[in-house]
């Protein structure tokens, strides 16, 4: 009787190495491994990492540390993600990881006997693979000072209510990955760094996968990449052509479009909103991050548009397409931010009445332009 070797692999929150952690799960199936829960029964711990911000950073090595601690010396320790590049310090604290980046994931090829290789596994629709980080980052979530006062009550308040907020029927989402990296020059991010410039993947895989999604009954379609808007720039095509071919598809089915940053709203305005008044009925969400209120703050991010001609896009989108969920991000803190600024930022989501938010408080990240901004 033989018995198959076992890997233990988790995740964490950010949904495009998430994707790629599905993958190299399914690439170990397909080789004839098999999954376990138990860290200290595996022969292979893999975990993928994310380095976008400080807490993320800690919590993926307070995660790393215990998972280190606890599988078997014998067994090989893989780290992808982008922690392995971002934060190469803390990384070399462990001994004897192997690590693998986000553009280098095929070579994995090169650690494992393997009948099928990685180019031969397909880009995974469904995630299954869990976020082994929740109790490591708890301690990250929660404010920095701590008080009995109002703002902490109402802190918790939202924070138990986002616990068990009606989600709706929505159910599974099916994921398709638009490509890798992106093209912007935000002057905060790190992750540009890992990922490089935008990679598409083929627009007939995707309408294929998209196909299969559809005939194996799922209802809603997650857009997914660092950059979705730049979809297609690097192979002569658009986001627009691309969402166009989706909608040609009969069906009750809707779209979540995921990091849509701001700059190609203003590209694909008019298209956009043809597409969507035309098929509103199938549009669910999409995530726009503004980062800023202050047109000040937005150029030192090198983040190219002006917060008024933004607003009135947005609002336009509210007014005409009210059951479009709008979801944004918010950073705090950026370098030589004034009170003004920050109260630019607050007034802003204040008149724009989004669905949701993600307030982020500013962190120097290694080998960034903002990190040696002074203030």
């Known amino acids: 009787m033989t018995f198959k070797q076992r890997f233990y692999l988790g995740s964490g929150k950010c949904p495009s190495r998430n994707v790629e952690a599905q993958r190299i799960y399914n690439y170990l199936i397909r080789n004839g491994w098999e999954s376990t829960d138990s860290v200290q029964d595996a022969d292979l711990v893999i975990l993928s990492t994310c380095a976008s911000k400080d807490r993320a950073a800690e919590a993926s090595l307070d ?3 215990r998972l280190y601690k606890a599988k078997s010396d014998s067994a090989p320790f893989l780290v992808t993600g982008c922690l392995p590049l971002i934060d190469r310090d803390a990384v070399r604290e462990f001994e004897g990881l192997q690590l693998i980046s ?12 393997h009948h099928v290789k990685l180019r031969e596994v397909p880009e995974p629709n469904i995630i299954t693979v869990p976020d082994v980080t929740k109790q490591d980052s708890f301690k990250w979530r929660v404010p920095y000072r701590i008080e009995l006062s109002i703002p902490f009550l109402r802190f918790c308040y939202y924070r138990i209510m986002e616990l068990f907020r009606d989600k709706t029927d929505e159910g599974p989402f099916f994921n398709l990955k638009l490509g890798t990296g992106c093209l912007g020059e935000c002057s905060y991010c790190a992750i540009k760094f890992v990922t490089g410039k935008m990679i598409s993947r083929d627009p007939d895989t995707l309408i294929e996968e998209f196909r299969r999604g559809l005939v194996s009954k799922y209802r809603y379609f997650n857009f997914v990449g660092q950059d979705t808007g730049a979809y297609g720039l690097d192979i002569q095509s658009t986001f627009v052509e691309l969402l166009e071919s989706v909608l040609k598809f009969e069906g009750n089915y809707k779209l979540a479009i995921q990091d849509f940053n701001a700059w190609w709203l203003f590209k694909y305005f008019d298209e956009l909103m043809s597409l969507s008044l035309e098929h509103r009925e199938k549009f669910a969400e999409i995530r726009i991050p503004i980062q ?33 969920r709008i979801e944004s991000h918010i950073m705090v803190g950026f370098p030589s931010e004034t009170e003004e600024d920050f109260e630019c930022s607050r007034q802003l ?12 408080i500013y962190d120097d990240r290694p080998f960034t332009e903002a990190s040696r901004m002074a203030d």
């Open 102 to 113: 986000p553009r280098e994931l095929e070579k994995i090829d090169l650690l494992f006997d």
């Open 63 to 65: 995660t790393m540390s």
């Open 349 to 360: 989501l204040e008149e724009l009445n989004l669905d949701r938010v993600g307030v982020f």
């Open 292 to 324: 800023s209120g202050s047109d000040r703050i937005l150029r030192l991010m090198k983040r190219p548009y002006r917060v008024a001609d933004l607003k009135e896009m947005i609002l336009q989108i509210r007014k005409r397409i009210s059951e479009l």
